[in-house]
Protein backbone atom coordinates (compact mmCIF):
# COMPACT_ATOMS: atom_id res chain seq x y z
CA UNK A 1 0.00 0.00 0.00
CA UNK A 2 1.23 3.55 -0.94
CA UNK A 3 -0.11 6.69 0.05
CA UNK A 4 0.84 10.22 -0.77
CA UNK A 5 -0.82 13.00 0.71
CA UNK A 6 -1.28 16.49 -0.60
CA UNK A 7 -1.89 20.20 0.20
CA UNK A 8 -0.34 21.39 3.38
CA UNK A 9 0.50 24.71 3.45
CA UNK A 10 1.11 28.09 5.68
CA UNK A 11 -2.43 29.70 6.60
CA UNK A 12 -3.54 32.27 8.69
CA UNK A 13 -5.63 31.75 11.68
CA UNK A 14 -9.44 31.24 10.74
CA UNK A 15 -8.62 30.00 7.34
CA UNK A 16 -9.30 26.39 5.45
CA UNK A 17 -7.25 23.88 4.21
CA UNK A 18 -8.07 20.59 2.08
CA UNK A 19 -5.97 17.73 2.43
CA UNK A 20 -6.05 14.65 -0.33
CA UNK A 21 -4.60 11.84 0.09
CA UNK A 22 -3.90 8.86 -3.23
CA UNK A 23 -3.87 5.51 -1.49
CA UNK A 24 -2.84 2.45 -4.32
CA UNK A 25 -2.25 -1.22 -3.61
CA UNK A 26 -3.77 -4.39 -4.00
CA UNK A 27 -5.43 -4.26 -0.44
CA UNK A 28 -6.29 -0.69 -0.27
CA UNK A 29 -9.74 -0.98 -0.55
CA UNK A 30 -10.42 -2.99 2.19
CA UNK A 31 -8.34 -0.93 4.96
CA UNK A 32 -9.42 2.08 7.01
CA UNK A 33 -7.81 5.07 6.32
CA UNK A 34 -7.37 8.51 8.40
CA UNK A 35 -5.32 11.48 8.99
CA UNK A 36 -2.86 11.26 11.73
CA UNK A 37 -0.66 14.39 12.79
CA UNK A 38 2.33 15.44 14.75
CA UNK A 39 3.08 18.42 16.46
CA UNK A 40 6.42 19.33 17.21
CA UNK A 41 7.86 17.55 20.82
CA UNK A 42 3.95 16.00 21.26
CA UNK A 43 2.82 12.61 20.30
CA UNK A 44 1.16 11.34 17.02
CA UNK A 45 -2.58 11.48 17.80
CA UNK A 46 -5.62 10.56 15.29
CA UNK A 47 -7.13 13.45 13.82
CA UNK A 48 -9.78 11.37 11.72
CA UNK A 49 -10.43 8.20 9.94
CA UNK A 50 -12.80 6.73 7.87
CA UNK A 51 -13.99 2.85 7.06
CA UNK A 52 -13.06 1.04 4.23
CA UNK A 53 -16.62 1.83 2.54
CA UNK A 54 -16.70 5.18 3.47
CA UNK A 55 -19.87 5.04 5.45
CA UNK A 56 -18.26 5.48 8.77
CA UNK A 57 -16.27 7.95 10.21
CA UNK A 58 -14.29 8.60 13.34
CA UNK A 59 -12.65 11.61 14.68
CA UNK A 60 -10.20 12.13 17.75
CA UNK A 61 -11.06 14.51 20.44
CA UNK A 62 -12.42 17.71 19.68
CA UNK A 63 -11.48 17.14 15.97
CA UNK A 64 -15.45 16.76 14.43
CA UNK A 65 -16.27 20.43 15.04
CA UNK A 66 -13.84 21.74 12.66
CA UNK A 67 -12.54 18.90 10.61
CA UNK A 68 -14.49 16.55 8.08
CA UNK A 69 -13.17 13.30 6.39
CA UNK A 70 -14.27 12.08 3.22
CA UNK A 71 -13.35 8.87 1.15
CA UNK A 72 -13.95 8.51 -2.45
CA UNK A 73 -13.53 4.76 -2.75
CA UNK A 74 -13.63 4.38 -6.55
CA UNK A 75 -10.69 6.90 -7.07
CA UNK A 76 -9.13 5.64 -3.86
CA UNK A 77 -8.65 8.73 -2.28
CA UNK A 78 -9.48 10.26 1.54
CA UNK A 79 -9.72 13.88 2.30
CA UNK A 80 -9.25 16.00 4.74
CA UNK A 81 -11.58 19.07 5.25
CA UNK A 82 -9.63 21.50 7.76
CA UNK A 83 -11.81 24.72 8.61
CA UNK A 84 -11.10 28.09 11.21
CA UNK A 85 -7.46 26.53 11.53
CA UNK A 86 -5.68 27.14 15.02
CA UNK A 87 -2.38 27.80 15.97
CA UNK A 88 -2.58 24.40 17.92
CA UNK A 89 -3.44 22.68 14.72
CA UNK A 90 0.15 23.43 13.49
CA UNK A 91 1.81 19.83 12.51
CA UNK A 92 2.73 17.07 9.74
CA UNK A 93 -0.34 15.86 8.54
CA UNK A 94 0.04 11.99 7.68
CA UNK A 95 -2.44 9.64 5.98
CA UNK A 96 -2.64 6.32 6.97
CA UNK A 97 -4.36 3.30 6.61
CA UNK A 98 -5.15 -0.04 8.98
CA UNK A 99 -7.41 -2.79 9.91
CA UNK A 100 -9.89 -0.71 11.56
CA UNK A 101 -10.96 2.59 12.69
CA UNK A 102 -9.03 3.28 15.73
CA UNK A 103 -8.20 6.39 17.74
CA UNK A 104 -4.76 4.85 18.66
CA UNK A 105 -2.64 6.02 16.18
CA UNK A 106 -0.54 2.76 16.40
CA UNK A 107 -2.95 0.37 14.35
CA UNK A 108 -2.70 2.26 11.33
CA UNK A 109 -0.29 -0.06 9.58
CA UNK A 110 0.80 2.29 6.29
CA UNK A 111 1.40 5.49 6.41
CA UNK A 112 2.27 8.24 3.97
CA UNK A 113 5.31 10.47 4.09
CA UNK A 114 3.12 13.42 5.75
CA UNK A 115 2.35 17.13 4.87
CA UNK A 116 3.62 20.33 6.33
CA UNK A 117 0.45 22.53 8.20
CA UNK A 118 1.62 26.14 9.65
CA UNK A 119 -1.15 28.08 11.20
CA UNK A 120 -0.10 31.24 11.95
CA UNK A 121 -1.20 33.93 14.17
Known amino acids: VQLQASGGGAVQVGDSLRLSCAAS????????MGWIRQAPGKDRELVAAVSWSGGTSFYGTSMEDRFTISRDVAKNTVSLQMNNLKVEDTAVYYC???????????????WGQGTQVTVSS
Open 96 to 110: AAGPSLDIDPSIYEY
Open 25 to 32: GRSVSSLA
